[in-house]
């Protein structure tokens, strides 16, 4: 593709992230991590030759790239689980005008994944134990965060989103070391 080194960098650091991004989305496992890597790399040497410089920035061009290759593969994903050539027989489905349907396999469908009512306990337990050792600050931005988005967190704190954004990652780091990892 014939980058400086440092668009080299920029853009293998924002495909790894974009691509750890997606394979946390429901419809997508980490297994496809690299898969995802390699489809939006492909995507940038795809539109390479369309890069204008007196436009936009070499990364701002790879940004938007990689965004547009992103929503493009969950869309897919998205659409690939409609299950749209697939034809069920309405006769014999109807009990009293409702249809019966089993939640765990819709649940599973929409890559969700269901726990048992002692595995939900539980992790909210886990959860409660983790929140009670929080510092002030961090126990408040939880219960914040409950009820808002980073967003709105940030203007009814008065702080940045950035702010939060690295209390959030420091969140995320300490339910990692209370093994809670497979929550995030």
Same mark, same amino acid.
């Given at each position: 593709?014939?980058?400086?080194?440092?668009?080299?960098?920029?853009?293998?650091?924002?495909?790894?992230? $974009?691509?750890?991004?997606?394979?946390?989305?429901?419809?997508?496992?980490?297994?496809?991590?690299?898969?995802?890597?390699?489809?939006? @790399?492909?995507?940038?040497?795809?539109?390479?030759?369309? @890069?204008?410089? $007196?436009?936009?920035?070499?990364?701002?061009?790879?940004?938007?790239?990689?965004?547009? $290759?992103?929503?493009?593969?969950?869309?897919?994903?998205?659409?690939? $689980?409609?299950?749209?050539?697939?034809?069920?027989?309405?006769?014999?489905?109807?009990?009293?005008?409702?249809?019966?349907?089993?939640?765990?396999?819709?649940?599973?469908?929409?890559?969700?994944?269901?726990?048992?009512?002692?595995?939900?306990?539980?992790?909210?337990?886990?959860?409660?134990?983790?929140?009670?050792?929080?510092?002030?600050?961090?126990?408040?931005?939880?219960?914040?965060?409950?009820?808002?988005?980073?967003?709105?967190?940030?203007?009814?704190?008065?702080?940045?989103?950035?702010?939060?954004?690295?209390?959030?990652?420091?969140?995320?780091?300490?339910?990692?070391?209370?093994?809670?990892?497979?929550?995030?």
């Amino acid at each position: 593709m014939g980058l400086d080194p440092k668009l080299q960098e920029y853009v293998d650091e924002i495909i790894r992230h $974009k691509a750890r991004q997606l394979s946390r989305k429901p419809g997508f496992s980490p297994s496809d991590q690299e898969d995802i890597e390699h489809e939006l @790399f492909i995507a940038i040497l795809e539109r390479w030759p369309s @890069f204008d410089s $007196k436009r936009a920035s070499a990364r701002t061009f790879v940004a938007r790239v990689v965004a547009s $290759k992103a929503v493009s593969l969950v869309r897919t994903c998205q659409a690939a $689980k409609r299950g749209v050539r697939q034809s069920t027989s309405l006769n014999g489905d109807a009990t009293n005008g409702a249809f019966e349907f089993d939640e765990d396999q819709v649940r599973a469908r929409r890559g969700i994944h269901s726990r048992s009512d002692v595995e939900a306990v539980s992790l909210r337990l886990d959860v409660a134990g983790v929140v009670a050792d929080l510092p002030d600050d961090l126990r408040r931005l939880c219960e914040r965060l409950l009820r808002e988005s980073v967003s709105e967190a940030a203007r009814s704190s008065g702080q940045h989103r950035t702010t939060l954004y690295r209390a959030i990652s420091d969140l995320r780091k300490r339910f990692t070391e209370s093994g809670l990892h497979e929550y995030l």
